[in-house]
């Protein structure tokens, strides 16, 4: 997955193919990996070039600054699966997207920014296989650092999802805050963001992906995440979940709004049946526990809004994965329980949020002279603080594998 940048450079020293700014977030489960490259500006044609740049209209910077333009890619790693991933850092050589400690010029230790629990327990071990030292940032600060680059920076970014369809949200950066991230990782935490670097975890749950994955694998013999996932494709949680109408004799409980539909009792029906484990069809029970995971967070989130008076709530993380059944599921319980004025709001690049964070917080090393800068929205365009104007574009329409071209001119 790849999320076209570039940002301004103040020395020009680098080989044009080096690789910049290697950032994890290394989870309980997942392993997330950002990481810069740079396009090389000898392959484009130079009229295109020139007129990339004439059509950007930049003012109010220093033109004569080089411009470094490039790609973030993006990669995920299961955690049980660390050697994997410390091979693809090796054999992309991204050893080379750090940097060396400034208090100590003669040092060649190469320091790489990471967050997430697997910072600190797998330090030792990155140490020991690829000679690089992490750079631990805080977890919750690249989480919402992350989450405001996206909403901030990438058009079509937000989108809400219902009955099937999915409308992309318009965000107004004047009135973003406040806003409650919910991050759906291996546990939930819930996030009540006021401004950049100004937050507060209010809440969260240690049922989130973890519990499915983990559940999953015991009842149902998945390998991986993704096979549960698609599994519950082809399932039917009804017929594991007690419903209203089995209670009501097939009709609803309409005094207090309950359709015979809804969900009374998650995997109730197994306590009546007379079955066992493997009389239950894999891809119903991954249903059904898929179903149970998400109304759960959906309603949790939603309670945590309704107490701090927010409007807007924000899901994110690797459990999401853009499935429609786990998007409906947390839509439908949100608007559920907050009869329809609340509303789920999902991210495209949902599960990268952290480890954008850690790629942002390069920006205090400021290696070579390489600044990461907040970006704005292309249009309506704006200047930001330090006289710089920055302009962003979608490349196409729907999902987080598709790339979003930046350019940054100088500070």
Partial sequence: MDLLAA??????????????????????????????????????????LRSHNESLGVSNSD??????????????????????????????????????????????????????GGAYKFADLFKEKLGISLDKEDEMDCLVTG????LKAVPQEAFTYLDGQKEFVQIDHNDLYP?????????????????DGKFERVSGTNVGGGTFWGLGRLLTKCKNFDELLELSQLGNNRVVDMLVGDIYGGTDYAKIGLSATTIASSFGKAISDNKELEDYKPEDISRSLLRMISNNIGQISYLNALRFGLKRIFFAGFFIRGHAYTLDTISVAVHFWSKGEAK???????????A??????????????????KILPRFPISVSSAGDKIYCSLNSDSNENEGIECTVYGM
Avoid: W
Wanted: glycine share 8%; with cysteine; net charge neutral.
């Fill in 344 to 354: 789920a709001m999902f991210l495209r690049h949902e599960g990268f949020l952290g």
């Fill in 63 to 116: 033109t004569s600054q080089p411009i470094l333009e490039g790609r973030l890619h993006f990669a995920k790693f299961e955690t049980s699966k660390i050697n994997d991933c410390l091979e693809f850092i090796r054999s992309k050589k991204l050893r080379l997207g750090g940097f060396h400690d400034c208090t100590s010029p003669s040092s060649d230790k190469i320091f790489i920014k990471a967050t997430g």
């Fill in 147 to 150: 989450a405001n680059f996206l």
């Fill in 7 to 48: 940002v301004s450079n103040q020395q020009n020293s680098q080989p044009q193919s080096q690789i910049s700014h290697l950032a994890l977030d290394i989870g309980g489960s997942l392993i997330k990996l950002v990481y810069f490259s740079r396009i090389n500006d000898s392959c484009r044609d130079n009229d295109e």
């Fill in 356 to 373: 954008l964070g850690a790629f942002m917080s390069y920006e205090k090393q400021s290696l070579h002279g390489l600044m990461v800068h």
């Fill in 179 to 195: 806003y409650l991230l919910v991050n759906i990782g291996s546990g939930v935490s819930m996030i009540k963001v006021d401004g």
